[in-house]
Nanobody, 120 residues
């Protein structure tokens, strides 16, 4: 089992920055990928960024050049630095952890979500 707890959301003006944190606990050794998803009202949940346990990153086109995902293995924490925020970034952001069994079965774990609101 893996537990994920997000923090760092809030209200920010357009052009501003926020940093989200996600602390992992439990069977953290089994986590292959950590990432951030977001869901805006009336829209489907979408991948924002992910990072593998080898440090390979992946970003949605809409956030490339503005967001940076990183992980601190010593603290079992993944971060999402968000710069140049715009109103379209307003959403609930969810931390995601992916594990794979020896047979290749994928399992997703989710945090409770943190609200990010970009508004003037």
């Amino acid at each position: 089992q893996v537990q994920l707890v997000e923090s760092g959301g809030g209200l920010v003006q357009p052009g501003g920055s926020l940093r989200l944190s996600c602390a992992a606990s439990g069977s953290i050794f089994s986590i292959n990928v950590l990432g951030w998803y977001r869901q805006a009202p009336g829209k489907e949940r979408e991948l924002v960024a992910s990072i593998t346990n080898r440090g390979t990153t992946n970003y949605a086109d809409s956030v490339k050049g503005r967001f940076t995902i990183s992980r601190d293995n010593a603290k079992n924490t993944v971060y999402l630095q968000m710069n140049s925020l715009n109103v379209e970034d307003t959403a609930v952001y969810y931390c995601n952890g992916i594990t794979f069994t020896s047979l290749g079965t994928r399992r997703d774990y989710w945090g409770q979500g943190t609200q990010v609101t970009v508004s003037s």
